[in-house]
């Protein structure tokens, strides 16, 4: 495709406001992208939207925005639950496709959706992105030339109190005063929310997973927060903290935890094996990588790695989200220079699947075996063509 790629942004709620519309409405990549319109249930929250970031439209209705607006992509930044349909919807009238994290919450809808994305033949890039962090990369680098030997096993999980807690949702007025009910309801919880990261990280590192195994449940039954000014009473209806072991056979497993509980700092990645053990920890200004390997001649090496990512540069690097902007940005490049993507719906829909049947495990009590697969190998070789080409 030649000229810009013009985009309607759905769902103007916290992720919108913080990051997407504010990268998305910069000068730098008015060539590229056209931000054509908004579109919230809420019209006062999608009317300020399109002003303050200069939409040319704005929408309180998804299918009417389908109809009328002249686009070419959609960014959906809408709760997961309704991301299924809207995506359906919009590869279905053409549309190439951005989804937030999580893709789908099910492995039926992730199949329907690929189906959908083949048949109409559009892009779908599908959040996150974590392949394209360098300590994704640098792991699996490692890995590959043999610093840890025999991979024994991993831990990596997610913990964050909650969305109630977002500064940006403490506003008063209705259109920053954004409800996060959603997340405590069916489709929410922090295992779509956020051990998603986690797990597209450590199945890119390791590949597809063959087996989970989950325990589950609700912690805080209820929770109280003010929605712009009113004090809200939600039941906890979707399970808050959840830890799931996978299998990738051969002897090797994993731990990962999803869980709106208080961490410290971030928790941290760990992979042991016969020969050494990689750990990367948060860092304000990157990743800490640090291996121990009998292949080293000191034993211990550390690396600080920036959060330098694929098409993030200049004022970019200082909005919220950038990963998120990335991901878009990477949507762009794939219709524009007519790329496959690399953050695609295969890896999406295996963390789908992960996490739906471990659910499944938690109330049967038994493990479950994993369908889907992607390939890692292929969407490692296309980033460095990518990251290349600049
Ligand atoms: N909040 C974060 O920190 C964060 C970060 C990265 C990605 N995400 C992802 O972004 C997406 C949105 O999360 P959020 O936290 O911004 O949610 P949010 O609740 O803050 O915002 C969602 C917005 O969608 C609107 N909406 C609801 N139903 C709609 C419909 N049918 N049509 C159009 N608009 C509708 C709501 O009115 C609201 O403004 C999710 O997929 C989430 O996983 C969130």
Not at 11 to 24: K, N, W
Not at 261 to 280: Q, V, W
Request: charged share 25%; with cysteine.
């Amino acid at each position: 495709m030649t000229g810009r790629v013009k985009i309607a942004v759905v769902g103007c709620g916290s992720v919108s406001q913080r990051g997407i519309l504010p990268h998305l409405s910069q000068p730098d990549i008015r060539d590229k992208v056209e931000l054509t319109a908004v579109v919230d249930i809420v019209e006062e929250r999608a009317k300020a939207c399109k002003k303050r970031f200069g939409a040319r439209e704005y929408y309180t209705d998804y299918d009417e925005m389908l109809r009328k607006a002249d686009v070419d992509a959609v960014v959906i930044a809408t709760p997961i639950p309704l991301h299924f349909e809207q995506a359906i919807k919009a590869i279905e009238a053409g549309k190439h496709v951005h989804l937030n994290k999580t893709m789908t919450t099910t492995l039926q809808e992730a199949n329907k959706l690929i189906e959908a994305r083949d048949r109409a033949g559009v892009k779908v890039v599908a959040s996150p992105g974590t392949i394209f962090y360098p300590s994704t990369r640098r792991i699996r680098e490692l890995l590959s030339q043999g610093y840890v030997g025999k991979p024994y096993w991993l831990c990596y999980g997610a913990t964050w109190v909650g969305h109630e807690y977002e500064e940006f949702r403490q506003a008063d007025d209705v259109v920053r005063g954004v409800d996060p009910t959603w997340y405590y309801k069916a489709g929410g919880g922090p295992m779509y929310d956020i051990a998603v990261y986690n797990l597209h990280t450590v199945t890119a590192i390791m590949g597809p997973a063959k087996r989970v195994v989950g325990f589950s449940g609700v912690g805080l039954k209820e929770r109280v927060f003010k929605v712009a000014g009113e004090v809200k009473h939600v039941s906890v209806e979707m399970d808050d903290n959840t830890l799931l072991l996978l299998d990738w056979g051969d002897s090797v497993f994993g731990f990962v935890f999803g869980a709106f509980s208080i961490g410290a700092g971030g928790p941290s990645f760990f992979l042991s094996g016969s020969e050494g053990s990689i750990s990367m920890r948060w860092h304000r200004s990157g990743r800490v990588v640090e291996v121990f390997s009998r292949r080293l001649k000191e034993w211990r090496k550390t690396e600080l790695l920036p959060l330098k990512l694929p098409y993030v540069s200049g004022v970019h690097e200082n909005i919220e989200e950038k990963h998120v902007y990335a991901d878009i940005m990477h949507l762009v490049d794939c219709i524009l220079n007519d790329r496959e993507p690399v953050v695609n719906a295969e890896h999406a829909r295996h963390v789908v699947e992960i996490i739906e049947k471990g659910y499944i495990s938690a109330k049967t009590g038994e493990a479950q075996a994993l369908e889907t697969t992607f390939d890692p190998e292929s969407q490692f070789s296309r980033l460095k063509e990518i990251l290349a080409s600049g």
